[in-house]
């Protein structure tokens, strides 16, 4: 049996958690909205035995009728622009969208390729964001703590 | 205590201790698993959250998909209302039998049904077609395992039945219980959607089944749905548990019987749902067309039940 | 003249004179006056058949000069009321409904309630000659108004042919079996017949018994003698459609009973066992196909021998109680069997009438090209709703108590003393159930698919809802689907009573009630439909109340289904009623045999490029196919053969007559 | 043991005798066919057991002895390396598919109940009221040689018409007598030895255990 990561650290209080709602429960559909699939790969490893993200209440779901936070990977390309704000409506407000690494951010080494339309917030309005190329799943996990107040 | 209040108290105590017993089985699994898993609360405060958000109404959708939500959670609040559960003196003990309790089920399946078909996605009635499919398949079995429960006791009536494993404990290990047990406890995994018929905890919408139905559902609608499955699961377990091992259930309505029927409830739907947890982390889930064969078996299973009550005895 | 009397004199004449108005009037009139004098037929017939049930009391007549030779008998006693009753619950909705259903012809029109009055006469005859002359007329109107469209529709023609083939030979046997019974009882009244019933051979009262249980059984559409049920029901006009699904095929039933327990007074076992082997193989073979049938009243059709071969289990469990001598099973199962009667005269009748609604403001009833018309039908989806939980056999609705009480009788009829009913009822048992689950599947589908969701055809699209008459038909039968499911205990004495006529099952009062509970006496087990009803409408109130506490009902957003983020949604991407059944046809390969077709066409360039991919799969009835198909075979080729003997020479056809002459003078000396 | 203990028991050791010929229907995967068998060994043992108990004889006992050797035990473990020596190990496509075989299982337990009514009013007693059951295990291993097509299921068929041979007889009988258990034992393991001998040759010549292929051995 694999040792979970330490679990210390708890939600930091400096600013107003975004995700006051929520209450310690964090439902999150996973948008790929153009990602290398690197992104994808740490999100996994945070969901898995080690990292273990669900013990912070903290789920993957299946359908942004169910989800709270969008969480969006990847620069966003022209064909997932639309897919991408379709999927925030479809999702019940209040929601949180979150930008999974630096792709996300600033689009990172996609900045002004042909195909990407722009980072995740020229698209939607972001209220987190996560760096790193791939993010490390302990900032994952940092990320969403700070967003469940857990 | 009148019986009106026991039958309260029963739909409060199954309202309160279903998401737990969701959330203990996650927990359990995710133990096995070597996961340290979610809090066993956290059911509640994913419903606590979604009683808060926003309600969603897809467009081109009626009053069905509207409806849905209460009538599966209505019925299934009426069948914990009904079952003997705490005491045997149940409000309803003459409204409903234990058929009465299996259409009433039936009810609730066939209104998300309707609800996953009303938005018209292609999930949605993939969802719907597969959960009928398994309804239909599963209600001989359910029904053929209430006849071999019923003719012992020679009445369907729930309390007649736990009555008469209490007066006659030695009844509980003869064949026919044994197998009516095993085929309603395989039932019990096709109604309540877990392993190996459908897998709770998909993300993949191609292999789901009771997920893929609710797909649409958003916010309160949501925790009513998910509520209401919990307390279908919940339901379950406390049938097997107390028409199989009714000991501790009160048969007065004294206070302190019906509390301590409640403990002794509480303490064996627990162990089944640890049973569960550990069943599930052991098995695959089967293809779609395989479950009709598990289903077979079981109402092979629940037929020698009701076979052997007349040939053996 | 008795009250009774008085209501039967008044639906003849009612009946009469509607369908003189239907002939004689201008068209604008003679639709509100004919469906006002129907209304008032039925509502007469009701009004007797109540008065029946709620005295017990039997009301008997004599015409003598009605008919020729025989004259015309009548009696009206609790078991022909139900049926009566039955009758003319759905022949009010009928009538109300037929003002606003665009008759395909004059003739149509003054038909149906000379069809209607047949109906409510046959359950009242009460000498072989009655029976058998109100039979024929029921039979003919009804094969004339199945016939009513054959000018649209050739395939109405196909289906007016099997029926009248298939009425005309069952009505043969059971003329036969009713013969060979008055020839032995030496008169022809049934109050001879079952005088001397007791005193004939066994020989003779199961060749009796044989014979009229095969005629009735083709009436009733009981599998393998349901050919024509599918084909017929589908191409009469619907109100006709949901009378001859609602109440004529019900008449079957009461044939049965009413020569097998009351004239004959019940018999051996294998009597019961066969009624309940043909129930169950209707009930399972009639549910599958109505499962795979995307033909909405196709599927009602196939349903109607399903809700048939329930019937007629609860009627063969009654003779096999009865047989083995315990009258109070029996007494159970029968109630059980005539709740259902009356119970799915009603639901049938309902979703017959939605169908017609359906057909009338689209113009298909195919379940995949329709869909969404809930939103633009919302009367005729709610009832159609209300109807389909019925037959689902869900509580609070009526289906479901006739369901409970069946089940009741079948679990309680098994006794460790006999190996076949050890080994009978379980399966029984079993069939109910599988019957029931795939029912909620079945109307699943019908519901979900052609109400809910996107429309699928511009048809669907464009549907509105129909007139205010049609409405209020349908209204009607859902509130005594939803009455009867609530509150069965008003029906508890009627039942009693009805059962009671039948001498193989008598016993005291088989159902007790105290208003709310309905307790089976000789059974531990007891049902109150209206407890179940209140407590789901006090947990909705409830749960509504807590919701709006906690501030979980706020205003709803309408969104974009939500499609995996693909730009639009098409109705091409909804599930259909054929896709939605495939598993379930899956399962059943074996029963069903279902044909499939896949045909891939390629593009010109290369083998690689699909242009178009064709998939058609159809179920065809086995019985048809391979037990029908061999027959007809048969009698063409003996028709060809016998073509030979006529060459349309005069001169051969008189020698025929000659040499006929000749033979008979020869054998008769 | 108080008479109705003693009842329910025999009828559970039986029962389970029969459950686990369910089982071999109802598997596809040939290990869990033949560890089906293996328990249906014990439960027969568990039967002899119990009536040697309550008859207080030693000879039943022995005879149960030897009922876990060779049926739990030694051709479960034949088998099993037979099993797992290559080829498909699973029955993938029976004859007749699985829930059908199922129900046909099922309705052979009615007719076995239904026929041997007579035999058991002749001498009612806890015993001979389970000699249905032993009858309905021999139907069913009839049914999985007549439906399946592997060689394996073919031997599991026939241990299954033994097992129910053997179960009857310790009902009916009280239990044959131990010389006779002895030789049909022996022989049973003869007999599958001589089946393994075959199911290699089988597989040298064909590549497989697929019993339709000897119908290529016709001309």
């Not at chain 1, 980072?119 to 990320?143: H, K, M, N, S, Y």
């Amino acid at each position: 049996m694999t040792e979970p990561a330490s679990a210390s650290e708890p939600g930091d209080g400096s600013r107003p958690a975004p995700g006051e709602f929520l209450g310690g429960s964090l439902q999150i559909r996973h948008v790929d909205a153009g990602s290398c699939n690197g992104c994808e790969l740490e999100v996994g490893s945070a969901f898995g035995p080690v990292y273990d993200a669900e013990r912070f209440g903290v789920r993957l779901v299946a359908s942004p009728r169910h989800a709270d936070a969008l969480l969006v990977s990847g620069p966003v390309t022209k064909n997932m622009a639309v897919p991408l704000a379709k999927t925030l409506e479809a999702t019940p407000s209040p929601k949180l969208v979150i930008a999974l690494g630096d792709c996300a951010r600033d689009c990172g080494v996609f900045r002004g390729a042909y195909g990407i339309e722009g980072a995740v917030g020229d698209v939607v309005a972001v209220d987190a964001d996560i760096p790193g190329c791939p993010p490390d799943p302990t900032e994952i996990l940092r990320a969403l703590r700070r967003l469940t107040g857990r | 205590m009148s019986r009106a209040v026991v039958g309260f108290l029963q739909v409060v105590v199954l309202v309160a201790g279903a998401p737990i017993l969701a959330g203990l089985v996650r927990k359990v699994r995710a133990r096995l698993e070597g996961r340290a898993g979610p809090p066993i609360a956290q059911p509640w405060r994913d419903l606590r959250k979604l009683l808060g958000k926003e309600r969603i109404v897809p467009e081109h959708t009626s009053w069905v998909f509207a409806v849905a939500p209460l009538v599966v959670m209505c019925s299934v609040g009426l069948v914990a209302a009904i079952v003997p559960f705490a005491s045997t003196r149940t409000p309803f003990g003459s409204a409903g039998d234990l058929f009465a309790v299996v259409y009433l089920l039936l009810l609730g399946t066939v209104f998300l049904a309707l609800g996953g078909l009303d938005p018209g996605t292609a999930f949605g009635g993939m969802g719907a077609s597969r959960e009928m499919t398994l309804a239909a398949l599963a209600e001989p079995t359910v029904l053929l395992a209430v006849f071999a429960l019923s003719v012992p006791a020679g009445s369907s009536n729930l309390s007649a039945i736990v009555a008469a494993t209490l007066a006659h404990p030695a009844r509980v290990a003869t064949l026919q219980s044994v197998l009516a047990l095993a085929a309603f406890a395989v039932v019990t995994l096709a109604e309540c959607g877990r392993l190996p018929v459908d897998n709770p905890s998909t993300h993949l919408e191609l292999t789901m089944i009771h997920e893929a139905m609710v797909l649409e559902y958003a916010g309160p609608d949501l925790a009513l749905v998910e509520l209401a499955s919990a307390m279908r699961l919940a339901v379950f377990a406390g049938l097997l548990a107390n028409l199989f091992f009714p000991w501790g259930i009160a048969t007065t309505t004294s206070p302190l019987e019906v509390v301590l029927g409640m403990a002794a409830l509480a303490g064996k739907v627990a162990c089944l749902g640890v049973a569960l947890a550990v069943f599930e982390v052991f098995v695959a889930k089967l293809r779609l067309f395989r479950v009709p064969e598990l289903l077979a078996a079981s109402f092979v299973l629940a037929f020698l039940a009701v076979t052997a009550s007349f040939f053996l005895t | 003249m008795s009250f009774v009397g008085a209501c039967i004199f008044t639906a003849c004449v009612a009946g009469v004179l509607a369908c003189a108005a239907g002939l004689a009037l201008p068209a604008r009139w003679s639709a509100p006056v004919v469906g006002a004098l129907s209304t008032v037929m039925a509502a007469a017939g009701l009004a007797g058949g109540v008065a029946v049930l709620a005295t017990g009391h039997v009301w008997a007549g004599r015409f003598p000069s009605v008919l020729p030779l025989a004259g015309v008998e009548l009696s009206l006693d609790p078991l022909g009321a139900i049926f009566v009753v039955a009758t003319a619950a759905v022949a009010i909705a009928a009538s109300v409904y037929g003002v606003g259903y665009a008759a395909p012809s004059r003739a149509a029109r003054a038909l149906v309630p000379l069809f209607v009055l047949s109906l409510l006469l046959v359950p009242a005859a009460a000498s072989v000659t009655t029976f058998v002359a109100l039979w024929e007329v029921m039979a003919l109107t009804s094969l004339l108004l199945v016939a009513a469209e054959h000018r649209h529709r050739p395939e109405a023609r196909d289906a007016a042919v099997w029926y009248g083939v298939m009425t005309h030979a069952g009505l043969v046997v059971i003329l036969l079996g009713l013969v060979l019974f008055a020839g032995h009882a030496g008169g022809e009244s049934f109050t001879a017949l079952r005088a001397a019933a007791g005193e004939m051979s066994p020989l003779v009262r199961s060749t009796v018994f044989v014979l009229t249980f095969v005629g009735f059984a083709s009436k009733a559409g009981a599998v393998p003698l349901h050919v024509w049920l599918p084909r017929a029901h589908p191409e009469a006009p619907s109100h006709v459609s949901a009378l001859m699904s609602g109440a004529m095929v019900k008449l079957g039933v009461y044939g049965i009973v009413r020569v097998g327990f009351d004239l004959l007074g019940g018999g051996p076992r294998w009597w019961g066992l066969v009624v309940l082997a043909v129930g169950m193989v209707s009930a399972l073979f009639g549910i599958l196909h109505a499962l795979v049938s995307s033909d909405l009243k196709r599927l009602l059709a196939y349903s109607t021998t399903e809700n048939v071969g329930l019937i007629l289990i609860g009627v063969g469990a009654a003779g096999v109680s009865a047989a083995g001598g315990s009258r109070t099973l029996a007494a159970v199962a029968m109630a059980a069997a005539l709740l259902h009667v009356i119970n799915h005269a009603l639901f049938k009748g309902l979703l017959f009438l939605g169908a017609g609604s359906v057909v009338s403001a689209t113009g298909t009833r195919d379940l995949d090209r329709l869909g969404g018309l809930v939103r633009s039908m919302p009367v005729t989806g709610a009832t159609f709703a209300v109807g389909a939980l019925a037959i689902m056999a869900l509580p609070p609705f009526n289906g479901f108590v006739s369901e409970w009480l069946l089940l009741q009788s079948l679990v309680h009829s098994v006794s460790s003393t006999s190996a076949t009913l050890a080994v009978t009822m379980p399966v029984a048992v079993a069939v109910v159930a599988l019957t029931g689950g795939l029912a909620a599947a079945t109307f699943v589908k019908a519901f979900g698919t052609g109400f809910l969701a996107l429309p699928r055809s511009p048809a669907a699209a464009d549907a509105r809802e129909v007139p205010p008459s049609m409405q209020a038909a349908m209204i009607a039968l859902a509130g005594g689907c939803v009455a009867l499911g609530v509150a069965p205990t008003v029906l508890g004495g009627a039942l009693d009573r009805a059962v009671g006529v039948l001498a193989a099952v008598r016993d005291g009062s088989p159902l007790r009630h105290d208003g709310v509970t309905l307790s089976l006496s000789g059974i531990r087990g007891s049902l109150s439909p209206l407890m179940v009803a209140s407590g789901l409408v006090v947990g909705a109130v409830v749960l509504l109340g807590a919701l709006r506490a906690v501030g979980a009902r706020g205003p709803r957003r309408r969104a974009e289904n939500w499609g995996c983020g693909r730009s639009v949604q098409t109705a091409r991407m909804e599930y259909t009623a054929t896709s939605f059944a495939e598993p379930l046809q899956r399962v059943f390969d074996d029963v069903l045999r279902p044909d499939h077709d896949v045909d891939v066409s390629h593009r010109a360039e290369s083998r690689y490029y699909v242009e178009a991919v064709a998939y058609r799969t159809a179920v065809r009835d086995a019985f048809e196919t391979h037990a029908y198909a061999p027959v007809l075979r048969a009698v063409r080729w003996w028709g060809r053969a016998a073509r030979r003997l006529q060459n349309g020479s005069v001169h051969r056809y008189l020698a025929y007559a000659f040499v006929a002459l000749i033979v008979v003078l020869v054998v008769a000396r | 043991m108080t008479e109705t203990a003693y009842a329910q028991l025999l009828d559970l050791g039986a029962g389970l005798v029969l459950v686990c010929a369910f089982v071999v229907v109802w598997r596809r995967g040939l290990v869990a066919i033949v560890r089906a068998l293996a328990v249906q060994g014990f439960a027969l043992a568990a039967v002899a057991v119990v009536l040697g108990v309550h008859q207080h004889a030693l000879e039943p006992v022995v005879v149960a002895a030897l009922v876990v050797a060779v049926k739990g035990v030694a051709v479960p473990r034949v088998l099993l390396r037979v099993v797992r020596s290559g080829g498909e190990a699973r029955e993938s496509d029976p004859l007749i598919n699985i829930p059908t075989s199922l129900v046909g299982a099922a309705v052979l337990t009615l007719v076995a109940y239904a026929t041997t009514r007579g035999v058991v009013a002749v001498s009612p007693s806890p015993a001979t009221r389970a000699i249905p059951i032993g009858l309905a295990v021999v139907l069913i291993g009839f049914f999985v040689l007549a439906s399946r097509r592997k060689a394996i299921t073919q031997v599991v068929g026939f241990l299954l018409i033994d097992n129910g041979i053997a179960l009857v007889a310790f009902l009916a009988t009280a239990g044959l007598p131990l010389v006779v258990e002895l030789g049909a034992a022996l022989d049973l393991l003869l007999a599958v030895l001589v089946l393994q001998v075959l199911a290699a040759r089988m597989r040298t010549k064909f590549g497989g255990l697929d019993l339709d292929q000897l119908q290529e051995l016709r001309d």
